[in-house]
């Protein structure tokens, strides 16, 4: 009987030491169970949804207005014209040809009578819209020591206020000096600009650097 109660306890002991094993072999801190996100879900948790997110482009610079120099002039034989030309294409500016609405009968009579007496002639030019622009160039021969009427009836027949008037040129002799009374007196108003006598076609590139209007 004693033999049997023996083994009874031997039997119980041995089962509790099995199960007391196994116990031991799961670890405490498992990694296959611990509560860390899985890489697609630290994604989605870091970044919105593409509908929740507004992507707003940056905005773009202001692009330059087109023609923001006009070169107008009066030519009479082909020379102021084609420095008129030159001062556009540099620039990028617009031409704008401003000529008598009426020819001259008798030229030398007539355009010496209209300076001497001040007269304003009828004009035309060529583009519309010279108030829309910010820097106005205006070129001429010098006749007389100074410029032609219709230039005077240019500078009369637009506000200028606030903008930029650059006197040129074309001259056998005479510099431009003498013609400039007539800017500041009909455009009190604008910038007038440093001149040129445009008889070397080599100042105009240096004259427009000087000025700050080369692109």
Not at 100 to 129: C, F, K, M, W
Not at 154 to 172: E, H, Q, R, V
Not at 179 to 199: K, M
């Amino acid at each position: 009987m004693k033999s049997k109660k023996n083994l009874l306890i031997f039997a119980l002991m041995l089962i509790m030491t099995f199960v007391l094993a196994d116990c031991s072999t799961v670890p405490s801190d498992n990694p296959e169970i611990s509560p860390s996100l899985s890489s697609e879900e630290s994604v989605s948790e870091a970044v919105p949804d593409s509908e929740e997110v507004e992507i707003s482009s940056a905005p773009s610079e202001p692009e330059q207005t087109e023609g923001s120099v006009l070169v107008a002039y009066f030519s009479h034989t082909g020379n102021t014209e084609e420095v008129a030309g030159q001062i556009a294409e540099l620039t990028g500016g617009t031409l704008a040809e401003i000529q008598r609405a009426e020819e001259y009968g008798d030229l030398q009579t007539e355009a010496e009578a209209e300076i001497l007496e001040g007269v304003h002639p009828e004009i035309t030019v060529s583009v519309d819209n010279v108030e829309d622009y910010d820097t106005i160039f205006v070129g001429y021969p010098i006749w007389w020591d100074e410029a032609p009427a219709m230039i005077a009836t240019f500078l009369d027949s637009y506000d200028f206020s606030g903008k930029t008037i650059i006197p040129f040129c074309t001259s056998a002799s005479d510099s431009i000096d003498n013609s400039l009374h007539i800017f500041s007196e009909l455009c009190p108003d604008a910038v007038i600009a440093e001149g040129l006598t445009a008889n070397d076609e080599e100042d105009i590139e240096p004259w427009l650097q000087e000025l700050g209007l080369l692109q």
